[in-house]
């Protein structure tokens, strides 16, 4: 199987490459290894233009694994998910201390 592309962009941030799938600009992005800080505004812009995002794997997205794929449709997420290699991350939340998306107790640090 092929994805059929015309250009790839990369802006700079994954936040950035993420909204221009949320104006139009770009049909989809796709990411593994930034973190839940990186991502975490433009996830909501994607959705609520009407994108869709979606873990690499084709699974439900989920802040935490560090890989996303958003899109202007499933069909297109779905697409992508089935293309590329898919390799394992250290999680933001397996690292408290690290962590500045999820609920932590500082306490038990």
Known sequence: MYLACFRVRALGTAAVDMCQVATGGADAYYHIGMHCWDIAASTIIVQEAGGVVMDTDGSE?????????????????????????????????????????????????
């Open 61 to 109: 997205f989920d802040m935490m694994s560090r890989r996303v794929i958003a899109a202007s449709s499933s069909a297109v997420a779905r697409n992508i998910a089935q293309v590329i290699q898919v390799f394992p991350c250290r999680r933001d939340d397996e690292d408290p201390c690290r962590c500045i998306c999820g609920v932590t107790d500082v306490n038990s640090m």
